[in-house]
């Protein structure tokens, strides 16, 4: 055992021919940063501050914001912690952020930054609380909404940010109509970050809470693939933080298409940083390649791991 630990890589997450590749956590809280700093995240890559909000009659105070997001920056000092807005609705319903209540399908109604634009005063105390804890912190503080449509969206809310303080702000791509057009909304932003998770069900038309449609809420779909590089290719730093970069056969053909940083819930980083020390860029272009021109997800599967010989 001890030869097979000595064996994985450590350190930052690479490919085999150094190409970098930051491998961060997805976390839900301060409570989660043990695990992510055990399997060497190199910063957070989504912090979904749902938790903080949740069970409550009314939003935390802004001090208690404040403390939440000053521990998680204060746990990365080199490194880089990337926050969502709240993102209230539909499978992340809150007690006092209730979505209309004719709302027949609140998957496709207000939810993430709709809600947020509906309750300006909530996003805006969550932005201050974040800019008044990065101060006197070293991290790199990035913020992002979730659920954004268009341009308009996008700036709209890296205008909300620089108000509040938050010099880099950033959109998640989770609607297809964003990764569509994502040449349009990045000159908005930062930088985006692919929400897999979303982006499926929306693409595929599939909920993600109904466990009878896993085959359609599948990320190897090679539309979601396309979704993806147009995402990666439109001109600012593109991370995933949806299951898919967890997935080291995945993570690789993720680096392919062109993603730069990958977020993951932190058990799976070791096998993600070691899929991704096996192969060189090179070959995880291969893989894109190979899994763009399938049909099917599980052809794109195949075909990925027929060129990643490194994989276990
Ligand atoms: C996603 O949609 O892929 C994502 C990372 O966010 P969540 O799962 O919290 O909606
Ligand atoms: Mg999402």
Not at 35 to 59: C, I, K, Q, S, W
Not at 120 to 147: E, F, H, I, N
Request: proline share 8%; with cysteine; aromatic share 4%.
């Amino acid at each position: 055992a001890r030869a097979s630990v000595l064996a994985e890589p450590a350190g930052p997450g690479a490919t085999k021919d150094g190409h970098a590749v930051p491998l961060l956590a997805n976390i839900g809280g301060p409570k989660d940063l043990a695990a992510a700093l055990a399997n060497g995240a190199e910063g957070v890559g989504l912090y979904r501050t749902e938790f903080l909000f949740l069970d409550r009659a009314a939003p935390p105070a802004d001090s208690e914001q404040e403390d939440a997001y000053r521990k998680v920056l204060e746990a990365f000092p080199d490194g880089r912690v990337v926050v969502r807005a709240l993102d209230a609705g539909a499978d992340k319903p809150l007690a006092f952020l209730p979505p209309p209540s004719d709302e027949p399908n609140p998957a496709l109604g207000e939810r993430g930054l709709r809600m947020l634009q509906r309750h300006p005063d909530v996003m805006s105390a969550q932005l201050r609380a974040l800019a008044r804890a990065a101060k006197g912190t070293t991290a790199k503080l990035q913020v992002m909404a979730p659920m954004v449509t268009d341009s308009g969206e996008a700036a709209a809310f890296a205008a909300a940010c620089r108000e509040a303080g938050i010099e880099h702000p950033g959109v998640m791509v989770e609607v297809p109509a964003a990764a569509l057009r994502a040449r349009d909304l990045a000159p908005e932003v930062e930088f985006f970050s692919v929400g897999t998770n979303d982006l499926t069900q929306y693409a595929c038309a599939a909920d993600r809470q109904i466990g009878g449609l896993s085959h359609l809420q599948d990320p190897w779909q090679p539309a979601i693939l396309d979704l993806v590089s147009y995402a990666a290719k439109a001109g600012v730093p593109c991370g995933v933080c949806g299951e898919a970069a967890g997935d080291p056969a995945l993570a690789c053909v993720l680096v392919g298409l062109g993603v730069t940083s990958l977020s993951m819930s932190a058990p799976s980083l070791p096998l993600v940083r070691a899929a991704l020390a096996r192969h060189t860029l090179a070959e995880c272009r291969a893989a894109a390649a190979a899994a763009r021109t399938s049909r099917t997800a599980a052809e794109a599967r195949e075909g990925a791991r027929a060129v990643l010989p490194g994989l276990a």
